[in-house]
């Protein structure tokens, strides 16, 4: 169980007798072990992008997606949060599907295992890459992600990031 943090306190119950009138105390020492934080470096969107071979247009939205990134990893991207993410970007609305542009890089970060959809308009961020909150849960969120690097014969780096079904 690599590297693991150690966290010892006591516990003192004290419990009353109502027919005897005595009061009693148990002291007990309890010892749990929680894995800590691995090590980490900054790393910057584009690297991430680069990684999965992610256009710059998928870069630009996924900057301003992680900034509004909730404790759970979560985004929730409505319309007006869309039209919002694309005013910021300063990309032009569409008639008919005005939020084209955030969807085509929701759908390629989708297919690279950048994020998942988990409900409608609602996406989950990759933990594995951006993680914001309590080690514990983050942790646990990352059990459901899988990642692979392998190279071929010429030397050609692939990255597979995906969501557990």
Aim: glycine share 6%.
């Amino acid at each position: 169980m690599g590297n693991v943090k150690k966290i010892s306190y006591s516990e003192t119950n004290t419990s009353f007798n109502h027919e005897t009138g005595e009061v009693s105390q148990t002291d007990t020492k309890k010892v749990i072990r929680l894995p800590q934080e691995p090590s980490f470096v900054k790393l910057y969107l584009e690297d991430i992008s680069r990684l999965h071979n992610l256009p710059t247009s998928c870069t630009r939205v996924m900057m301003e997606l992680v900034k509004r990134i909730d404790y759970d990893g979560t985004i929730v991207l409505n319309s007006a949060r869309k039209r919002q993410i694309m005013e910021v970007l300063g990309l032009k609305l569409t008639k008919g599907k005005p939020a084209q542009q955030i969807d085509n890089a929701l759908s390629k970060m989708k297919k690279e295992g950048v994020i998942r959809a988990v409900d409608s308009g609602i996406y989950e961020f990759n933990p594995k890459y951006f993680a914001k909150g309590d080690w514990a849960d983050i942790r646990k969120r990352r059990e459901d992600f899988e990642l692979s690097i392998t190279y071929t014969a010429d030397g050609e780096r692939v990255v597979k990031g995906g969501f557990k079904k």
